[in-house]
């Protein structure tokens, strides 16, 4: 069974740094591209970052471009994005999301339950 | 960027009623190998997103027959056949033919 356990979510200042974490298990960790997706209290869905299996090519929404940094350590199953600068704007939950191996990153086929973060 | 319109707002449904969704993207999802990349997500309440349609059409492993997915090019559209308590919640659909990866705004399903 795939499961994505996300942590590091919390209370920040503005200005401030987070580190959130997507712990995976259940599937091939590497051979899957992974996303980070939030959602702000009330509103809808965002896009925020994905990265490749390998690592090798990451993406970002234009909101967070320069500020966040996806990762992964696929020795440890493990994907990541740091958060720094932080705004009010960026109050939300934020989900990891698995893709499902189709050439498009955004099939995700698996969520995590949500990290909390409040700027 | 690629703009997702979904209409309406919100539907209230009789139980056991049909439903639909539609969902509209600004440019043609068509992929170079003629998958469309348009993928419908269900939000129940106080859950995480879960998905239910992938390439515009294909149900995802165990959700109900009920659920089926259409379109092509820019114009998409979701069904419930019969809706049921457990369907309510917030229906999103997304497009991963470009970045960024965006979605619609979202149709909240209630029961009447």
């Known amino acids: 069974e795939v499961q994505l356990l996300e942590s590091g979510g919390g209370l920040v200042q503005p200005g401030g740094s987070l580190t959130l974490s997507c712990a995976a298990s259940?599937?091939?960790?590497?051979?899957?591209?992974m996303s980070w997706v939030r959602q702000a209290p009330g509103k809808g869905l965002e896009w925020v970052s994905s990265?490749?299996?390998?690592?090798?090519?990451?993406f970002y929404a234009d909101s967070v471009k320069g500020r966040f940094a996806i990762s992964r350590d696929n020795s440890k199953n493990t994907v990541y994005v740091e958060m720094s600068s932080l705004r009010t704007e960026d109050t939300a939950v934020y989900y990891c999301?698995?893709?499902?191996?189709?050439?498009?990153?955004?099939?995700?086929?698996?969520w995590g339950q949500g990290t909390v973060v409040t700027v | 960027d690629v703009v997702m319109t979904q209409s309406p707002l919100s539907l209230s449904v009789t139980l056991g009623q049909p439903a639909s969704i539609s969902c509209r993207s600004s440019?043609?999802?068509?992929?170079?190998?003629?998958?469309?990349?348009l993928n419908w997500f269900q939000q129940r309440p106080g859950q995480s997103p879960r998905r239910l349609i992938y390439?515009?059409?294909n149900r995802d492993s165990g959700v109900p027959d009920r659920f089926s997915g259409s379109g092509s090019g820019t114009d998409f559209t979701l069904k419930i056949s019969r809706v049921e308590a457990e369907d309510v919640g917030v229906y999103y659909c997304?497009?991963?033919?470009?970045?960024?990866?965006?979605f619609g705004g979202g149709t909240k399903v209630e029961i009447k």
């Open positions: 999301a698995k893709a499902d191996g189709s050439p498009s990153y955004g099939a995700f086929d698996a």
């Open positions: 259940g599937f091939t960790f590497s051979s899957y591209a």
């Open positions: 990265i490749s299996g390998s690592g090798g090519n990451t």
């Open positions: 440019q043609s999802l068509v992929f170079s190998d003629g998958s469309t990349f």
């Open positions: 390439k515009v059409s």
């Open positions: 997304m497009q991963g033919r470009y970045w960024p990866l965006t």
